[in-house]
């Protein structure tokens, strides 16, 4: 299994993603990153899985926590870092910082960070896709607290109603900020979407990459063929603090031996052979994005008041 | 009643209720340039989108969409469900992949469940990306008045809009603006575009400029519509419409001539367009469909105050809403809103410089009587 090309190719794209952002946490404390920041540490297989049979004609909406989605969906890791630097080169020429990256040339159409906001920009897309006959599949990435806003709810009947071609993708790590999805859910996150009358799919081991990609490579085919809506939830771990480069599990609202679970499941952290064969051509390219970061301009100051209107 | 909008530009004949008048000029309802505006946008653009709740029923949003539904198709002219802040995320995410949405709520109220996606995400689409995306889209918001509207259907936002970047808001005062405003933004303005009509307005019928002789004019911006000395009117949607009123009873009764301005634009007006007119005549009245405070009133004040204070003969005098939720009770709500003879008594004060300046006032004092066609239910 772990010597499949596939195996291997998700692993790297993986890995990847988590060096990056262990680069982050490296260099956040020079506060030349001012931007506050999500990481996906420990949920890198959501997306590497979820985005491996998209092509680049397709789209994904994505929440603040989107440095995995952007990078497994093929955005440039240079315009990422100068982006977190502040610099005109960065993918929105440094007006996004970490919560709303987007690279619209490889279908990521942008990240916000009001929670459940982008999920009916996914479904107007779709809508889009389906007027103008366009064989696009549609992803709208949320998390389990964003279930609870009305506009997802909205989003949910709207797809159904006029069945479009959109893929409601619910990375479930537990977790609002600090409170448990028992404390906040008085329903059951897959019954409820269930009840809109659309195929739910449940896919517990989020570490799982191949598991995930086979599980979105057949869920992608079917949206593609029907154009008809579905709905995903994969459950997955946050190792890091909701915001920040570090960790929480001292401040009492969860427990170190449930990160324990997940990391002995988590291929990167049980596979050290894999991530050294990988790591120095990865570091290599992290060194480069991180120097073109730094060597960028800042924008100047007629930037301020282009793109408004 | 016949109103003479000054500013000209095109119409289509077929549309103007049969109504022709002499050569060089044509009669359009309120609800008819509308109604033409949304079937050209769906007839020349295949990516144009209707989307509101009831615009394919039999009133179709007060006659603006009725019948499209059956011609172009219930997927381009869409009943939604009722879903404010959804259907506006739908609509950018279509504005996004490709579609140009024209959205309508029925009372501007309603759009206030939509702020989130109004204000947090589309306002912002484009810079926040860095210029990466454009949205594309027409959201239509109608605002209410008389026949018991009330707190809740009443409420003209323009301020609340206007006040965010990245917003265009426009207060289309007549059929002519209409013309002039919804297929020039269809066509070529790239970001999101809020426009107020007023629902008292779609009965009316207003002089327009044949097809044939239109000029393309900037959708945006504001309008010069009656040219004057002694003081200058500031006003948006449909209190233009009463300051063309009162300036016309003054040039009857006084030698007190008005140069009314109609503002059109209210999140970029042309203020070269109203300081030249303010350094002329020395004085100013804006005069707004809304509530005075933190509003469009203030805004022009600022303008004013900011660019030339010393151009001012006399202290400016705003008209707007009192500062209460809109009664329903006839009695108050006549109180509420500004009327005509107050508007000509303001404007008198302040150009002849006495309280008692002994000019007559018009009889009428309600706007709503006035605009006697608007009559429940509705
Ligand atoms: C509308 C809104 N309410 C509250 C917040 C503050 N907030 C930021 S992230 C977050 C938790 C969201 O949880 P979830 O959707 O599960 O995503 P996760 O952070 O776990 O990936 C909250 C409440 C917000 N950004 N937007
Ligand atoms: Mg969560």
Redesign the pocket.
């Known amino acids: 299994m772990e010597n499949s090309q596939k195996f291997c190719e998700l692993f790297f794209q993986a890995l990847r993603i988590r060096l990056v952002e262990e680069r982050i946490i490296e260099l956040y404390p020079g506060d030349a990153i001012q931007s506050p920041v999500?990481l996906s540490i420990g949920?890198e297989a959501v997306a590497v899985g979820a985005c491996r049979d998209l092509k680049k004609t397709d789209l994904v909406f994505c929440?603040?926590?989107s440095h995995a989605f952007y990078l497994a969906k093929g955005g440039s890791l240079g315009e990422m870092f100068a982006e977190l630097y502040g610099k005109v080169t960065g993918c929105a020429r440094g007006k996004a910082g970490s919560m709303h990256l987007a690279a619209p040339e490889v279908g990521l159409m942008g990240a916000s960070?009001?929670?459940?906001?982008t999920i009916p920009h996914a479904v107007g897309a779709a809508l889009a896709a389906k007027r103008l006959g366009h064989d696009q599949v549609v992803v709208g990435v949320?998390?389990?607290?964003?279930?609870?806003?009305g506009v997802y709810h909205e989003s949910l009947n709207f797809a159904v109603l006029h069945r479009l071609p959109v893929i409601f993708l619910c990375?479930?790590?537990?977790?609002?900020?600090h409170?448990s999805?028992k404390s906040r859910q008085g329903y059951d996150i897959l019954d409820h979407a269930r009840s809109y009358g659309l195929p739910v799919y449940h896919i517990a081991e989020g570490y799982d990459f191949v598991k995930v990609a086979d599980m979105m490579s057949d869920i992608i085919q079917r949206v593609r063929l029907t154009r008809e809506p579905v709905f995903v939830e994969i459950r997955t771990y946050?190792y890091k603090e909701?915001?920040g480069p570090g960790e929480d599990f001292m401040c009492g609202y969860r427990q170190p031996e449930e990160w324990l679970v997940w990391k002995r499941q988590d291929p990167l952290e049980q596979y050290g052979n894999l991530v050294e064969t990988f790591r120095p051509a990865i570091l290599k390219e992290i060194d480069e994005a991180v120097h073109f970061a730094m060597s960028s301009p800042f924008p100047s100051a007629e930037e301020l008041l282009r793109d408004v209107v | 009643m016949l109103c003479n909008a000054a500013v000209t530009s095109r119409v289509n004949g077929q549309a103007a209720s049969g109504l022709r008048a002499e050569a060089g000029t044509e009669i359009m309802s309120y609800r008819d340039a509308l109604h033409w505006t949304m079937h050209d946008a769906l007839q020349r653009h295949d990516s144009v989108l209707i989307l509101g709740q009831g615009v394919d029923d039999h009133k179709g949003i007060f006659g603006s969409t009725t019948g499209l539904s059956q011609e172009f198709g219930a997927d381009r002219v869409m009943d939604t469900p009722l879903a404010e802040e959804g259907m506006t995320g739908v609509a950018i995410g279509a504005a996004l992949n490709g579609l140009y949405p024209i959205q309508t709520h029925i009372r501007a109220d309603f759009s206030l469940l939509a702020m989130?996606q109004i204000i947090n995400l589309a306002a912002k689409y484009k810079y926040m990306f860095g210029g990466r995306f454009d949205v594309p889209m027409l959201i239509r918001m109608i605002v209410g008045r008389s026949w018991g509207q009330g707190a809740q259907h009443s409420q003209s936002l323009q301020s609340l809009f206007a006040h965010i970047p990245g917003l265009q808001v426009v207060m289309p005062s007549s059929s002519q603006s209409i013309l002039d405003t919804y297929p020039a933004v269809i066509d070529r303005y790239r970001g999101p575009v809020i426009s107020f009509e007023h629902r008292l307005m779609y009965d009316l019928q207003f002089y327009v400029t044949p097809l044939a002789t239109r000029q393309e004019i900037d959708p945006f911006g504001s309008r010069l519509v009656r040219p004057g000395e002694e003081v200058t009117i500031v006003a948006t949607s449909i209190m233009v419409l009463e300051a063309m009123r009162a300036a016309e009873h003054l040039a009857l009764v006084s030698d007190i001539q008005c140069e009314v301005i109609d503002l059109h634009c209210v999140s970029s007006p042309d203020w070269d367009l109203v300081m030249h007119s303010v350094e002329k005549t020395g004085r100013l009245v804006v005069a707004d469909t809304s509530w005075r405070e933190y509003g469009v009133c203030a805004e022009v004040c600022r303008v004013v105050a900011e660019r030339n204070p010393g151009c001012l003969k006399a202290p400016v005098v705003t008209l707007g809403m009192q500062p209460a939720p809109c009664p329903t009770a006839k009695c108050l709500e006549d109180l509420f809103y500004p009327d005509l003879r107050q508007l000509v008594d303001a404007l008198a004060v302040l150009v002849t410089g006495k309280k008692s300046h002994g000019l007559p006032l018009p009889d009428t004092q309600s706007m709503a009587d006035v605009y006697k066609r608007f009559k429940g239910p509705f």
Do not use: M
Not at chain 1, 142 to 149: K, N, Q, V, Y
């Open positions: 999500h949920q929440t603040y926590r960070a009001v929670v459940a906001s949320f998390g389990d607290g964003a279930t609870e806003e990375e479930n790590n537990g977790l609002a900020v409170s999805q946050r909701h915001v | 989130n």
